[in-house]
């Protein structure tokens, strides 16, 4: 009988103390959970090498807390070894994440940052999104050109030919348009061979081939700039008086330009609304392009991004379309690859525009591409697309020649 109720009782305490033990039990997980690099320091944990190994995506913020911190370092005699009071994994974290107390020889903000390790998703993003949509974009532009074509066809004149031509460029427009022209095209080449040539030339040419189409790209490129930025100062002061928006560009907007129906022509001046809308988008993008390639031919010495980003927060347009604050601290590693990424992203937009100018400049229209060639169009081209102009030039011709040849006074 002592012995059942000793048992009883010995049940009951058991029973009783459970919720304590539990509670503990429940304190002591979630001090776990709060710590869970405890054990090794800060360091990171099997269960975090195991997760790396299958591909999974880790927070990596803890190896960012005080690393390379003297002051927070493990005793000397828990560590591997020393190094003023950090282990090599803490100093090479603060490498890593730019803390390190770093002195260099060489002048300049850029070497003293020994590992740049934020500019990850730069590199993701040049060699992929990047290539996919620039590429698309190009092909899909290509598309609606072709498509464009078979069902609308070439833009006839639908007069007569006169045989007679007026000048419609001069011989300094004329080579302003095929400098800028010319090196365009020069500069797309060489940055479509630099941009695609990893995943499109070296598995079908060899790396050894593409070794040197890629260093000849690079000197063209490099040089080939300055001609375009020259040829875009020249067209700007050639053709900036007949690029200023009038009246009679309404018109040809509400009418299309005569681009989608036969046997409209709208009246335009020397320049369309259409060739005025490719001007000014070739000179902004124009400025655009230069400015950032700029940037890249003088590493570190143009940055631009950071005080951009500051203005652009200051107005409220980032926080407008739902960004935020744009990071306006940046190491001058962070601004050359802005600086890159801007310059490809332009390029592409810049490319799609001038392969729909090409095609209309050329095939698209006829008699288009004679007035870059020679300068002269025919009059009956004139009268069709640029009817307004072609007044005013025949009408500059009768002055003319009334002044040549006076009326002789009556007797």
Same mark, same amino acid.
């Given at each position: 009988?002592?012995?059942?109720?000793?048992?009883?009782?010995?049940?009951?305490?058991?029973?009783?103390?459970?919720?304590?033990?539990?509670?503990?039990?429940?304190?002591?997980?979630?001090?776990?959970?709060?710590?869970?690099?405890?054990?090794?320091?800060?360091?990171?944990?099997?269960?975090?090498?195991?997760?790396?190994?299958?591909?999974?995506?880790?927070?990596?913020?803890?190896?960012?807390?005080?690393?390379?911190?003297?002051?927070?370092?493990?005793? @000397?005699?828990?560590?591997?070894?020393?190094?003023?009071? @950090?282990?090599?994994?803490?100093?090479?974290?603060?490498?890593?994440?730019?803390?390190?107390?770093?002195?260099?020889?060489?002048?300049?903000?850029?070497?003293?940052?020994?590992?740049?390790?934020?500019? +990850?998703?730069?590199?993701?993003?040049?060699?992929?999104?990047?290539?996919?949509?620039?590429?698309?974009?190009?092909?899909?532009?290509?598309?609606?050109?072709?498509?464009?074509?078979?069902?609308?066809?070439?833009?006839?004149?639908?007069?007569?030919?006169?045989?007679?031509?007026?000048?419609?460029?001069?011989?300094?427009?004329?080579?302003?348009?095929?400098?800028?022209?010319?090196?365009?095209?020069?500069?797309?080449?060489?940055?479509?061979?630099?941009?695609?040539?990893?995943?499109?030339?070296?598995?079908?040419?060899?790396?050894?081939?593409?070794?040197?189409?890629?260093?000849?790209?690079?000197?063209?490129?490099?040089?080939?700039?300055?001609?375009?930025?020259?040829?875009?100062?020249?067209?700007?002061?050639?053709?900036?008086?007949?690029?200023?928006?009038?009246?009679?560009?309404?018109?040809?907007?509400?009418?299309?330009?005569?681009?989608?129906?036969?046997?409209?022509?709208?009246?335009?001046?020397?320049?369309?609304?259409?060739?005025?809308?490719?001007?000014?988008?070739?000179?902004?993008?124009?400025?655009?392009?230069?400015?950032?390639?700029?940037?890249?031919?003088?590493?570190?010495?143009?940055?631009?991004?950071?005080?951009?980003?500051?203005?652009?927060?200051?107005?409220?347009?980032?926080?407008?379309?739902?960004?935020?604050?744009?990071?306006?601290?940046?190491?001058?590693?962070?601004?050359?690859?802005?600086?890159?990424?801007?310059?490809?992203?332009?390029?592409?937009?810049?490319?799609?525009?001038?392969?729909?100018?090409?095609?209309?400049?050329?095939?698209? +229209?006829?008699? @288009?591409?004679?007035?870059?060639?020679?300068?002269?169009?025919?009059?009956?081209?004139?009268?069709?697309?640029?009817?307004?102009?072609?007044?005013?030039?025949?009408?500059?011709?009768?002055?003319?020649?009334?002044?040549?040849?006076?009326?002789?006074?009556?007797?």
């Amino acid at each position: 009988m002592i012995k059942t109720f000793s048992r009883l009782l010995i049940l009951a305490l058991a029973l009783a103390a459970m919720p304590a033990m539990h509670a503990a039990a429940q304190e002591g997980a979630g001090a776990k959970t709060e710590a869970p690099r405890a054990s090794t320091g800060g360091a990171q944990t099997l269960e975090d090498i195991l997760a790396r190994q299958r591909g999974m995506k880790i927070d990596d913020a803890f190896r960012r807390e005080a690393v390379g911190d003297p002051a927070r370092a493990a005793a @000397a005699a828990a560590q591997l070894g020393t190094l003023g009071g @950090a282990s090599d994994s803490e100093v090479f974290r603060a490498l890593r994440y730019g803390n390190a107390d770093v002195t260099v020889s060489a002048k300049g903000a850029a070497a003293g940052v020994i590992i740049q390790d934020s500019g +990850m998703w730069w590199l993701e993003l040049r060699k992929g999104p990047l290539l996919e949509w620039g590429g698309w974009l190009l092909v899909a532009m290509i598309a609606v050109v072709a498509v464009y074509l078979a069902i609308r066809g070439p833009i006839r004149i639908e007069g007569e030919k006169t045989g007679r031509t007026i000048l419609r460029f001069t011989a300094i427009e004329r080579f302003s348009h095929w400098l800028l022209a010319g090196s365009f095209i020069l500069l797309g080449l060489t940055g479509l061979i630099t941009l695609f040539g990893r995943v499109a030339l070296i598995p079908v040419f060899g790396k050894d081939f593409f070794s040197g189409i890629a260093l000849a790209s690079k000197w063209i490129h490099n040089n080939v700039a300055w001609a375009f930025i020259a040829a875009l100062v020249m067209v700007f002061v050639c053709w900036v008086v007949h690029n200023v928006p009038n009246r009679a560009d309404l018109v040809w907007l509400a009418k299309g330009g005569g681009l989608f129906s036969k046997h409209v022509h709208p009246p335009a001046r020397k320049f369309n609304a259409g060739q005025k809308i490719v001007f000014w988008v070739v000179i902004v993008l124009g400025i655009s392009i230069s400015a950032s390639g700029l940037s890249l031919l003088f590493p570190f010495e143009m940055p631009m991004f950071a005080k951009t980003f500051e203005i652009l927060n200051a107005l409220g347009l980032p926080q407008l379309v739902g960004l935020g604050e744009l990071q306006t601290t940046m190491t001058p590693h962070e601004e050359m690859q802005y600086a890159q990424l801007w310059h490809t992203v332009i390029a592409f937009v810049f490319m799609a525009i001038i392969i729909a100018h090409i095609y209309l400049g050329s095939v698209g +229209m006829e008699g @288009a591409f004679e007035s870059m060639e020679t300068g002269e169009v025919d009059m009956q081209w004139a009268k069709e697309h640029h009817s307004l102009w072609y007044e005013e030039v025949v009408a500059e011709e009768q002055a003319g020649a009334s002044r040549e040849s006076p009326a002789t006074p009556a007797e």
